[in-house]
Nanobody, 120 residues
Framework: QVQLVESGGGSVQAGGSLRLSCAASGHIFIFNYYSMGWFRQAPGKEREGVAAINTDGSTSYADSVKGRFTISYDKAKNTLYLQMNNLKPEDTAMYYC????????????WGQGTQVTVSS
């Protein structure tokens, strides 16, 4: 059973940076077998995908965060990261990490979320 725990959220002014972490457990060498993603949901809005990284290390980003956010992982620590730079008020949301076995399909494992608030 894969378990995901996010951390690193907080409040920051526009233009600032935050790094979110997602500690994964329940599977050894998880990133070799599971593709990972970061999602966010703002109040009153639908959940949206922010960034994803596949088992081969290839990455993809939502247009709204390209050039500002970077997804990565540390296999030795079984930890997924989302480096967020030049944050904007519209980035304010609850951020979730998720995992899916393989390279496609529905994300079946989710963390509890970490709040990011960006003030202008």
């Amino acid at each position: 059973q894969v378990q995901l725990v996010e951390s690193g959220g907080g409040s920051v002014q526009a233009g600032g940076s935050l790094r979110l972490s997602c500690a994964a457990s329940g599977h050894i060498f998880i990133f070799n077998y599971y593709s990972m993603g970061w999602f966010r949901q703002a109040p009153g809005k639908e959940r949206e995908g922010v960034a994803a990284i596949n088992t081969d290390g290839s990455t993809s980003y939502a247009d709204s965060v390209k050039g500002r956010f970077t997804i990565s992982y540390d296999k030795a620590k079984n930890t997924l990261y989302l480096q967020m730079n030049n944050l904007k008020p519209e980035d304010t949301a609850m951020y979730y990490c998720a995992a899916v076995k393989g390279v496609s399909g529905d994300y079946g494992y989710w963390g509890q979320g970490t709040q990011v608030t960006v003030s202008s």
